[in-house]
């Protein structure tokens, strides 16, 4: 538990600084696009704003994921920045349609740039950009945080372009190079935000998440021993990378015999387990069923336990230090 709050501590001062580092250049890229009439670099700005999103978001879910849940907030605020995310990413799909639209018609009326400062600016963004990608690296295990550091690779990459574009446009004084560079920057922006929407908009829809086969769930839970039959399977989204499952599950009884509670928790302890080992997936409601057995609810129980056989399993959370 030490171990996990130092990393959390040390992930959000990095968060921070970068946070910090980006903000100051999205102004910077924004002044000086103006001043050198780039879009390219306006574009950067926007693109960098996509950056800061991303930290903002991996700051508040390293912050929440701390925070345990209450009577009001069952599953705690693990959407919170989910739905944030859903609404920054629609904001900046229209902030990439405008620089396309914009860029489309610089094409047509072309404006002079100053490439020198853009090339300058850029410049201090690869440098920027690439710093903070190094600090993120340690990190980039845990998948809220691979995010970002993708993203400012990404961003790297896109700002050496802006810097090869105002060295084309330096030598050959050919100003459609600036308008075609935004065109890609926009594609790019539109392209990654649309991928947000999608996955939020799946999360807050309670949509099986992206990286999880339903088939495959069902498949692993019927494979456990005494297991006869899956069904009314549910699998969704708490937050980013956190998955709730609930299920009923036929278990297999000796017409003779029926099942000690033992042998149903047994079963139950195998079907968490196939589930987090495979699956990841550590909070579960599941609830048993029978076929041959004489009693209603499946479990032999005496009178203070029949509700558990009654009413199914319950299992929130894992004892897994993870």
Request: proline content about 2%; hydrophobic content about 50%.
């Amino acid at each position: 538990m030490h171990m996990v709050a130092s990393n959390n501590r040390t992930m959000q001062r990095i968060l921070q600084i970068s946070l910090a580092a980006t903000s100051v250049y999205v102004v910077a890229t924004l002044v000086f696009g103006l001043r050198a009439h780039s879009l390219a670099l306006i574009s950067e700005a926007g693109h960098n704003a996509s950056d800061m999103l991303a930290i903002i978001l991996s700051f508040v879910a390293v912050y929440f994921q701390s925070r345990p849940a209450t009577d009001k907030k069952t599953f705690g605020y693990q959407r919170a920045g989910v739905l944030a995310a859903f609404v920054n990413a629609l904001a900046l799909i229209v902030l990439g349609l405008w620089i396309g639209i914009s860029a489309v018609q610089r094409l047509y009326a072309p404006v002079v740039v100053e490439p020198k400062m853009m090339m300058m600016v850029a410049a201090a963004g690869v440098l920027m950009n690439g710093a903070i990608a190094g600090l993120l690296w340690k990190f980039s295990g845990d998948v809220n945080i691979r995010s970002v550091f993708l993203h400012m690779l990404g961003d790297t990459l896109s700002t050496a372009a802006v810097i090869a574009g105002g060295a084309g446009i330096l030598m050959t004084h050919l100003q459609w190079i600036d308008p075609v560079l935004s065109l890609i920057i926009a594609a790019m922006i539109v392209y990654s935000s649309w991928g947000i929407v999608r996955e939020t908009l799946n999360i807050l829809l309670e949509g099986t998440p992206k990286d999880l086969s339903l088939a495959e769930i069902r498949s692993a839970m019927a494979g456990v021993a005494g297991v006869a039959d899956v069904h009314d399977l549910h699998v969704w989204s708490l937050g980013s990378s956190s998955h709730a499952l609930a299920s009923h599950v036929t278990i297999r009884c000796d017409e003779e015999r029926e099942m000690s509670v033992a042998e149903c928790a047994g079963i139950l302890d195998k079907i968490k387990d196939a589930l987090w080992d495979k699956f990841h997936i550590s909070h579960t409601t599941i609830q048993f069923e029978t076929v041959g057995c004489q009693t209603t609810h499946g479990c032999s129980a005496p009178p203070e336990l029949e509700a558990v056989g009654a009413h199914g399993h319950h299992h929130h959370g894992h004892d897994h230090s993870h």
